[in-house]
């Protein structure tokens, strides 16, 4: 069980993907996360950084219950949790919307599959739109909107069903650098307006530090956890070009650069 703190609890994850057999037959298999451990607080953003491999996909998918894991535990308010569920939403490297559907008719499809009421889910689209800074296109379809304000979509999406956890992949990694940085404050912005729990997935050192409460360094082959990087930096946190001048935020982003650089051998030598 939990400490009774941790809304999100990984508790000693293990997976092994069985692969086709190998050309003299037989099988192959590929432990792709071993014993990964951590607990998020609500209304915390931690993120996974680790190369590209790793297994942090795979994580992911197995807090959200599409993965089924060996061995561990996911935990929502210390109780497991094997299968999808209301009470954790996903956002995807590419938002995936519906193309025949308009933004707000995205954002409400969740809730039609529920069978809520015409009037709430206009009620909740119409709030969500707000939320992501997308009122005005309401009513446009997914091709007329840029890569951001489709991402924007997608996480207005995922919050439909009200998930108290958020679960990231890589949201922001198609985007134009400056794109990116305008949705990374919005996503503090709307953590702290909704005080969710997020789990995020990035390669990007900076959006890591810049959004996170702690960082998960994993390493690869298999995917475990090297360290956690505590982010001493507090919120409301100035805006990231301003942090980038900060030596905190520096001294950290080397320590993880060595992280990610080293081999796992070598930590443990
Ligand atoms: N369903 C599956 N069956 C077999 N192998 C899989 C499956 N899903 C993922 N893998 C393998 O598991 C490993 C980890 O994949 P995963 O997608 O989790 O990595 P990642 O850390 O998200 O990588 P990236 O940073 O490139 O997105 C890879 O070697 C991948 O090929
Ligand atoms: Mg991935």
Redesign the pocket.
Known sequence: MGDGRAKLAVRGVTKTFRLRGAPGGGQQFLNVLRGVSFDIRQGEIVSIIGE?GCG???L?RIVQGLVRLDTGAIEVDGVPVKKPGRDRGFVF?QAGLLPWRTARQNIEFGLELQGVSKAERTQRASELLQLVGLHHAADQLPHQLSGGMQQRVGLARAMAINPEILLM??PFSALDAQTREVLQAELLRIQAETNKTTLF?THDLDEAIYLSNRVIVLAAKPGRVKRIVDIPFTHPRPELPELRGDTRFQSIRAEMWDLIRTPAQALAA
Do not use: A, G, H, P
């Open positions: 590209s942090k996909t795979t992911l490297q992949d890589e997935v």
